[in-house]
């Protein structure tokens, strides 16, 4: 039986500007059961980046609460929650290996056994020859891999990703989510996944959430009901043309409201 990981109740987010309160979030609520593929899209500024960062902890919510595993999240919790970036946020002279070691490093873990640990993560997103690798001799596409074995290095039960393959080519980002969807079968992660690509939500997901604007909110819950493992051929499915379409319809109406 599977098992609720993330719960969102009532979460609510002002921010205070020059010109006074702005409501980001509006009373979000929705569960991410263990194992889980939910994406979220919406429109640009619907608060899908601020929602990530209330999930983390980085920041804190002016009402409602995030719970991970039943626990309400008031810092973050970097055993539980993985985080990924549109930039992979590398360092720049530091290898592979060292770059996904380096927060086994920050929590004073075996340098010997976090190498290991860093080598066998590497070989699970296909770089295993590139471990000596500094980042500015890898493609974009193995920086975001290298990225996603560092946001596995410490185990978590979550990852929580923010538009990761945005700027990537399309080939190279539709491969990244059939790499992704692998790794995830793997490790059995739970997966949040920001993307304003609708075609990548419902290829990826279980769940597509669809945010509204100003405030920010859930407007539809779009469940995914295709088979897996996904395939390319899907893409061109009845279920799949509608469930674009419908999304696509609902982010129109949002942005001329
Ligand atoms: N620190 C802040 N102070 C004031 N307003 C902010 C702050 N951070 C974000 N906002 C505003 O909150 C709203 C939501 O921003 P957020 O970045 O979460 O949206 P988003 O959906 O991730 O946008 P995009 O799709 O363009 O990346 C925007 O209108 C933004 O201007």
Known sequence: MSSEVIRVENLSKMYS???GDFHALDKLSFAIEEGGFVSIVGPSGCGKSTLLQLLTGLLEPTSGQVL????EVRKPLPEKTGVMFQDATLLPWLT???NVAF???????DKKESQLRAR?????VGLGDFINHRPAELSGGMRQRVAIARGLVRDPRILLMDEPFAALDEQTRFKMGEELLWIWQ???KTILFITHG?????YLSDTVLVMGTKPGRIIEV????LPRPRTFEMIGSEFFGKARNRIWTLIQEETEA
């Open 68 to 71: 991970i595993d039943g626990i």
């Open 103 to 109: 927060p086994l490093s920050l929590c004073g873990k």
């Open 96 to 98: 592979a290996e060292e």
């Open 186 to 188: 793997e490790t059995r």
């Open 120 to 124: 066998d993560l590497l070989k699970l």
């Open 17 to 19: 500007t020059r010109e």
């Open 222 to 225: 779009i469940p995914v009901d």
């Open 198 to 202: 609708l075609t990548e939500a419902i």
